[in-house]
């Protein structure tokens, strides 16, 4: 089993950065590849991040590509999401999720919530306007 714990999120206005970590503890069978998903009030849990266990190869929404980086250290077990150029819309819970890592690559299916086999509880960010 994995345990994952988020921290790291709060208030901050519009424009300003956070910096959002995963702390993963446990034991697993494989390799993991790691994601950071969100949810806002009345919507369904959307996509944000991933990274591959190497680290060699990451995946961004639209919406965060160029404002979000997602990067990870196996030898702390943590992966961090740097969010900058924050805006009033990434207002959410943010999730880490923990999955098999793919053989090459991100593939698309590492977008989809139904691949994580891990969750943290999630850490509310709220960016004010």
């Known amino acids: 089993q994995v345990q994952l714990v988020e921290s790291g999120g709060g208030l901050v206005q519009a424009g300003g950065s956070l910096r959002l970590a995963c702390a993963a503890s446990?034991?697993?069978?494989?390799?993991?590849?790691m994601g950071w998903f969100r949810q806002a009030p009345g919507k369904e849990r959307e996509f944000v991040a991933a990274?591959?266990?190497?680290?060699?190869?990451?995946s961004y929404s639209d919406s965060v590509k160029g404002r979000f980086t997602i990067s990870r250290d196996n030898a702390k077990n943590t992966v961090w999401l740097q969010m900058n150029s924050l805006k009033p819309e990434d207002t959410a819970i943010y999730y880490c999720?923990?999955?098999?890592?793919?053989?090459?690559?991100?593939?698309?299916?590492?977008?989809?919530?139904?691949?994580?086999?891990?969750w943290g509880q999630g850490t509310q960010v709220t960016v004010s306007s």
């Open positions: 990274i591959t266990y190497s680290g060699s190869t990451t």
């Open positions: 999720a923990a999955a098999r890592d793919p053989a090459f690559g991100l593939p698309a299916r590492y977008r989809r919530t139904n691949v994580y086999d891990y």
């Open positions: 446990g034991s697993t069978p494989s390799r993991l590849a």
